[in-house]
C-alpha cells in the first residue's frame, strides 16, 4: 500500500477467496499477514464482517510476498510495515532497512551465480565426454 494512503478505509473491495487466487497464496496466509501486522492498512469489513481488499492492499500484499521470497524474516517485514504505518518522517529508517536487505540478496544471487557456474563447467566436462574422453567425477 502506498504510505499516502495509510488510513484510508473503503466499503467496497475484493474478497479474500479471489485475493488469495489472485496472488496465489491461501486465504489463511491473508488472514495471518493481517493478524501479524504486515499490512500496512488492514482491509476493511463489508456489512457482513468480510474483508474488502483494494488494489493498494493487493501491490503491499505482492511486496509482502516478494520480501519474504527473497529471506526477509518476518520481524523485519513487520518492521519495514511498522514503519510505513507510522507515516511521513521516517524514510531514512526504511531505505536503511531496504538497502540491507538490497545487500543479502544481491550477495545471495552472486552465491548462486557462482553454484550455476560451477554446474555449468560440470556440464560442459559431460557433454565433451559423449565425444569419447573420460571424464573424473
Known sequence: MDEQQVGARPATGVGIADVAHRLG????????????GLLVDPPARDEAGRRCYTDAH?????????LR???MPVRV????????????????????LLHAHRDQVRAQLAEVAAHLDAIEGKIAL???STAGASVPA
Open 25 to 36: 497464496v491461501s486465504a489463511h496466509t491473508l488472514r495471518y499477514y493481517e493478524t501479524a
Open 69 to 71: 521470497a527473497t529471506g
Open 77 to 96: 517485514v513487520r518492521a519495514y510495515a511498522e514503519l510505513c504505518r507510522a507515516g511521513a518522517g521516517n524514510e531514512d529508517a526504511r531505505l536503511t
Open 126 to 128: 559431460y557433454e565433451g
Open 58 to 66: 493487493l501491490r503491499w500484499i505482492t511486496m509482502v510476498q516478494r
